[in-house]
């Protein structure tokens, strides 16, 4: 979703190649709808807009008259006259230098107006975008790629932005431009703007010519831009890798082959985008040799004054500017749809429901759990969870173990209600989960995750996170109770330590460790662990253990058990297979029933033992 963005070569920018909106109308008109606050402002920017482009086409004409007025003194002196009229000539340059101050002042006023609108527009936009975020339902993530959502919220909204601020007065400056001069042309002479407006064709099918022909290779440039970019970052993150493998020179062919058709690509749009200036001045200068061979003759004629001419040659000069201008325009207002429409597709996508209509309020949550006849499919079709049934009592400790694909990370994600059962229900303490507050259901969970999340800030703002509230006192407690204080205070600034954006300049361990401390302050009454103790020393699995015994003391626990040998103690092991408990028992009867959890435990204890 990425914006196709113009590329400047040697010759300079090359024409900018559109996206095309899926429906540009339906668009266009929620824009102008969702701008309707700025209504008055915007009625400012126009008028302001169109008053300061008249007054600039003005212009021309009365420093025509004042050319007409010098070269009627030169004459008048010549035959023995008064003279060149310095006072009337001063007159008028007095009254032009008026109106191009008044251009100014109302062009300033409506950029500045146009700025404010756009930047609190896109404000508002990046607000409603962060507060939609969070009222999203899992599965819209699970359809979209992180990099796409990301697009939106800064391409698109950036795109948008400028798109609006530059497009919006340069269309009506242009057009207006194009009407005005056109005018002033007419009141001059109808026969030589008939002339000026002939050269119009000539230059559309030129510029409609190199456009259509430049192109395609300005998207072939733009497509191996992307895979030359691609392949160079995976070079340095995978040299390695590469290096292992002895993949150098396969690496490096693939590079070379893809540079040398970008290099080819660039070099074709670069050269016919460079072809358009020097083609344009030279249709352009054909209209000036016209327009003063005709201006001469009608000037011997007396159809038309010397000035006139002068007037005439400089709106003829101006005259393509507004149209090549249009051209411009039209491509940024549709790459400008286009963001504007994947934004409101974003905001008017489906809201998970953050209310109940009646909502549960316990004031003492004890942590009793129960899943009755749960069916669940990420897709309706494909239904996974077939007929989930367990009940769980408050303070017991259930792990849930089976092999990959089992279903045993979506029964925590339904648990924790990130998504819906198709049918069936899921009870806390005898109420249905769908009859709470999802705000309010969450503040009973707590969860450490095999991928742990830390984020770029202070260690102590990130144990925080549990618990907003808490007194650093609160903080350092929890941190002693997950065996991480001692580490900490080894640490340069202790609490004060700033994790960096990556979070790698603390092991795996030790983030796993914080996450366990973060959730003891959270002091949740239902626990959702993720063992996350493969990756790590014996020693630090020791203390993560430690932690995670710590954290489970008087709670409801729901453990995803990837080492069986870890959840001996477990009060209920539920065995997962094609999305139903297939066994469940304490881990001796289940080694007794010698079935499928005998099979997986025996599997991993012969693995650990070669």
């Not at 000539?89 to 609108?117: C, D, H, K, P, R």
């Not at 074709?268 to 985008?273: D, H």
């Not at 303070?395 to 209600?417: H, W």
């Not at 144990?463 to 205070?489: C, N, P, T």
Request: charged share 20%; net charge positive; proline share 2%.
């Amino acid at each position: 979703m990425s914006n196709t963005k113009q590329k400047r070569g040697p010759m300079g920018p090359g024409p900018r190649v559109a996206e095309k909106p899926k429906d540009f109308k339906g668009t266009l008109k929620k824009l102008i709808s969702s701008m309707k606050e700025y209504k008055w402002r915007l009625a400012i920017i126009i008028v302001f807009a169109i008053a300061s482009t008249v007054f600039m086409i003005i212009g021309p004409k009365i420093l025509g008259n004042a050319t007409t007025e010098i070269f009627n003194g030169i004459m008048s002196k010549i035959t023995g006259g008064a003279g060149i009229d310095f006072g009337k000539i001063a007159q008028i340059l007095f009254i032009l230098l008026g109106l191009y101050i008044i251009s100014a002042i109302f062009s300033y006023i409506q950029g500045f107006i146009m700025t404010g609108v756009t930047q609190k527009y896109t404000y508002n936009l990046r607000k409603s975008i962060s507060k939609k975020i969070n009222r999203m339902p899992m599965s819209y993530f699970d359809k979209k790629t992180h990099g796409e959502v990301l697009s939106i919220i800064t391409n698109d909204v950036d795109t948008l932005s400028m798109s609006l601020n530059q497009s919006a007065t340069q269309l009506i400056t242009s057009i207006v431009t194009v009407i005005g001069i056109l005018i002033m042309m007419l009141s001059i002479n109808v026969q030589m703007t008939l002339i000026a407006i002939l050269i119009l064709p000539i230059a559309s099918i030129i510029t409609m010519f190199v456009v259509k022909h430049s192109q395609k290779h300005f998207k072939a440039q733009q497509e191996y831009l992307g895979h030359v970019n691609g392949e160079v970052e995976e070079m340095f993150s995978g040299h390695s890798v590469i290096k292992v493998f002895n993949a150098e020179d396969k690496v490096l062919r693939k590079f070379e082959r893809d540079n040398e058709i970008l290099c080819k690509s660039a070099w074709k749009s670069q050269f016919l985008s460079g072809l358009m200036h020097p083609i344009m001045t030279f249709v352009g200068n054909l209209g000036y040799v016209a327009v003063a061979i005709f201006g001469g003759y009608f000037a011997i004629k007396g159809k038309i004054t010397v000035g006139n001419i002068q007037s005439f040659i400089s709106y003829t000069k101006n005259f393509t500017q507004p149209i090549a201008q249009l051209a411009q325009v039209s491509n940024m207002i549709q790459s400008m749809i286009a963001a504007a429409e994947r934004i409101f597709e974003f905001l008017d996508s489906e809201e998970e429901e953050l209310f109940a209509k009646n909502p549960v309020h316990l004031d003492n949550v004890e942590g009793n759990v129960e899943f009755k006849h749960v069916k669940f499919g990420y897709d309706k079709d494909k239904i996974i969870i077939n007929d989930f049934n367990a009940k769980v009592k408050k303070g017991q400790k259930i792990a849930i173990v089976g092999p990959t694909g089992a279903g045993k990370t979506t029964m925590v994600k339904l648990l924790m209600r990130f998504y819906n059962v198709n049918s069936g229900e899921i009870l806390v303490d005898g109420h249905n989960i769908n009859d709470f507050d999802r705000s309010e259901l969450r503040k009973i969970f707590g969860m450490v995750l095999q991928d742990t999340w830390l984020f770029n800030g202070t260690i102590l703002e990130n144990l925080r996170y549990g618990k907003l509230s808490a007194s650093d006192d609160e903080v350092i407690e929890a941190a002693k109770m997950a065996h991480v204080h001692h580490f900490i205070q080894t640490l340069p600034e202790s609490y004060h330590m700033v994790l960096n954006e990556e979070t790698d300049n603390i092991s795996q361990g030790q983030k796993q460790l914080l996450t366990i401390a973060r959730a003891i302050l959270a002091d949740p009454k239902v626990l959702i662990l993720d063992e996350a103790t493969s990756s790590v020393d014996t020693r630090t699995e020791i203390l993560i253990q430690k932690a995670m015994d710590e954290l489970m003391k008087g709670r409801t626990s729901f453990i995803i058990a990837h080492r069986l040998s870890t959840i001996k103690d477990a009060d209920l092991i539920l065995v997962m297979k094609d999305g139903d408990i297939v066994e469940q028992g304490n881990h001796d009867e289940l080694l007794k029933k010698n079935g499928f959890y005998a099979n997986l435990y025996n599997s991993q204890f012969e693995k650990m033992a070669n």
